[in-house]
């Protein structure tokens, strides 16, 4: 079974630039979830979706950051315009509900590098 | 959100049992407590997880005192390919759950 897939693997551009990054969760997933991780930092949540819903996007910063899930599949995150410090890996998690009790094990993708110059 | 604190860093040779403890004092009633594990250029990667005494799997066991206060994930006889970050997160189960990560254990393993 396939994982999580994300595209750009790597993209660089020049500050105020935007920039889109693509995720297939795996699938029959229906949570989906973005990360920021900075060098040396373990992952941020940025946003949370159930199905085409985003539920949780209060870590999203929402003057240059937007995120959509149009069909419940696949994602995109997009940021305009990218500043310097977005410089990050921006990692797709995706899960499925998990009966009972405890958390449900999240899948993630590798993740994009985006660097800012 | 309970908060996490763990070791910045641990060594080991290759072939030795590994604990990493993890302290959660604040931790509530509904939390459970999630190990994950990441490689270099990779999204972490779960582990296991457990609510309380011991959980054992194909990979790890997972210590959890009658407090709750603190764990302990135990890799058996490492190898240098579990030269890895470890995270240690806490929170209530379920899908509305928001896992946070701290900095994580840097595990090194060499010959």
């Known amino acids: 079974e396939a994982g999580v897939v994300q595209s750009p693997r790597y993209k660089i551009i020049e500050k105020k630039q935007p920039v889109a990054f693509w995720c297939n969760p795996i699938s029959g997933h229906n949570t989906l979830y973005w990360y920021r991780q900075n060098l040396g930092q373990g992952p941020e949540l940025l946003i949370r979706?159930?199905?085409?819903?985003?539920?949780?996007d209060s870590q999203l910063p929402k003057d240059r950051f937007s995120a959509e899930r149009l069909k419940g599949v696949d994602s995109t995150l997009k940021i305009q315009p990218a500043e310097l410090g977005d410089s990050a890996v921006y990692l797709c998690?995706?899960?499925?509900?998990?009966?009972?009790?405890?958390?449900?094990?999240?899948?993630f993708g590798p993740g994009t590098r985006l660097t800012v110059l | 959100l309970a908060k996490t604190t763990q070791p910045i860093s641990m060594d080991s040779y290759e072939g030795q049992e590994v604990n990493i403890t993890c302290s959660h004092n604040n931790i509530a009633t509904n939390d459970y407590i999630t190990w994950y594990q990441q490689f270099p250029s990779q999204g972490p990667r779960f582990i296991i997880q457990g609510y309380k005494t011991k959980v054992t799997n194909e990979v790890a066991s997972l210590f959890i005192p009658a407090d709750r206060k603190s764990s302990t994930l135990s890799l058996p006889r490492v190898s240098l390919s579990d030269t890895a970050v470890y995270y240690c997160?806490?929170?209530?189960?379920?899908?509305?759950?928001?896992?946070?990560f701290g900095t994580g254990t840097r595990l090194q393993v060499t010959l």
């Open positions: 997160l806490v929170g209530e189960g379920g899908t509305a759950s928001k896992l946070t």
């Open positions: 998690a995706s899960s499925l509900p998990r009966p009972g009790l405890g958390h449900n094990e999240q899948f």
């Open positions: 979706y159930e199905n085409e819903e985003a539920v949780d």
